[in-house]
């Protein structure tokens, strides 16, 4: 089983890409699950043609200790399995917390040995590596970290603190840093900057996903470019991402 966590920051495609990705895989014969691991809860709405599926916190706080397997785990487009880990009430508690707890749960329930995916993705809001946000990152969940990223300065600011997060922790049995993922804003000079940043992080940028209006069109939809045009340009470069994906994670 290949454990991926995909960070990145937040409003910079990175649920997307999570979402295309699972898709695809899915698509290439493998179980893929996904994990949403925002407090926002859509990272699978573009797998379950837009509908918000019940997040862990929220069976949780309503349900206590009467939740099943079946509740925390949907199944999305093509056999993915859909988890949304939550967040707090509004005001209330670390929206990290929801991680932790999400992560406690499906471990309770023996997820993994029930489901017996191939792949577990884990989709992890980037703008902070602290608290909750931080455990995808140890050993004991996930094997790799990709990092997706534009040209744009926020976005790369966010990357390099990731990959600074990772260096940090290498010594923890921490999971190791497999590279960018080039989400294009078409920003000038972007692929120059992402690949000046790939080498100040000491990774490479394995793939690039060119700006497309067939993905805003998908997520008007609740759907991945992946269901909805499966033989666009912008559905290869998904295509290709998870070969890259999975060639940095057979070479580790």
């Keep these: 089983m290949y454990r991926i966590a995909v960070y990145g920051k937040g409003g910079i495609g990175k649920s997307t ?23 926002k809860s ?20 309503s349900r206590r200790d009467e939740i099943e397997l079946k509740d925390v785990v949907q199944t999305g487009y093509n056999g993915v399995l859909c988890v ?39 989709d992890v809001l980037g703008d902070v590596v602290c608290g909750g946000f931080a455990m995808p990152l140890r050993g004991d969940y996930t094997d790799i970290v990709f990092i997706v990223t534009s040209g744009e300065r926020m976005s790369m600011y966010a990357a390099s603190n990731i990959a600074e997060a990772l260096k940090n922790f290498r010594s923890r049995n921490y999971a190791r840093y497999g590279g960018l993922i080039l989400n294009r804003r078409n920003v000038e000079n972007e692929t120059a900057l992402v690949q000046k940043l790939a080498e100040e ?15 805003q069109r998908g997520e008007e939809q609740g759907k991945t470019v992946m269901e909805l045009y499966p033989e666009s340009e912008i559905a290869e470069s998904y295509r290709t991402l998870a070969r890259r994906v999975l060639e940095v994670c057979k070479n580790e």
């Design 17 to 39: 890409t999570t979402s295309n990705l699972s898709a695809a895989l899915s698509l290439s014969g493998y179980k893929v699950m996904q994990i949403g691991c925002d407090p």
């Design 84 to 122: 949304e880990a939550g967040g707090p009430t509004p005001g209330i508690g670390c929206a990290g917390r929801g991680i932790v707890t999400a992560f406690d749960k499906l471990a309770a329930l023996n997820a993994y040995e029930v489901y017996r995916p191939d792949i577990v993705l884990y």
């Design 42 to 61: 859509d990272s699978t709405t573009m797998l379950t043609n837009g509908r918000r599926i019940p997040t862990v916190l929220e069976l949780i706080r």
């Design 201 to 215: 992080t000491n990774g490479t940028v394995i793939s690039a996903v060119p700006r497309s209006d067939l993905i």
